[in-house]
């Protein structure tokens, strides 16, 4: 899991990513020493939970990605299985790049766990 953030972290324009469960309890994380991983965590795990509420009230279906437009950045989250692949950016980045690479991120991080499952189970 390391080297999967660890490599996403190298794409240009992104400053750190940091995967937490559901409840915003970091798993991993690769920020940059100024940002608070807990609270990166925490902040992404409640906006997520909201919009999901919201969009299973339209029968919109599960959340796949969200992006947060600031002034001095971005914030990206993908659906990563158990978790979610929160990742902090630069203001102007190649956005379709990053996301390529926060997808194929997310799909290594599930095929993990769903190995990890399968040997539980055996």
Do not use: F, W, Y
Not at 66 to 82: F, R, S, T
């Amino acid at each position: 899991m390391r080297t999967i953030l660890r490599n996403l972290t190298r794409v240009s324009g992104v400053q750190g990513c940091v995967l937490v469960d559901r409840d915003g309890i970091v798993i991993l994380s690769d920020l940059e020493a100024d940002a608070s991983d807990e609270r990166v965590g925490a902040m992404a795990a409640a906006i997520v939970a909201t919009v999901e509420d919201s969009l299973s009230k339209i029968n919109r279906g599960p959340l796949v990605h969200l992006q947060m437009d600031a002034d001095e950045g971005k914030i990206l989250v993908e659906d990563a299985g158990k978790g979610l692949l929160v990742v902090l950016t630069e203001k102007d980045v190649n956005i379709g790049l990053i996301r390529l690479e926060m997808k194929a991120a997310a799909d290594k991080l599930k095929q993990q766990q769903r190995a990890r499952a399968a040997v539980d189970i055996a």
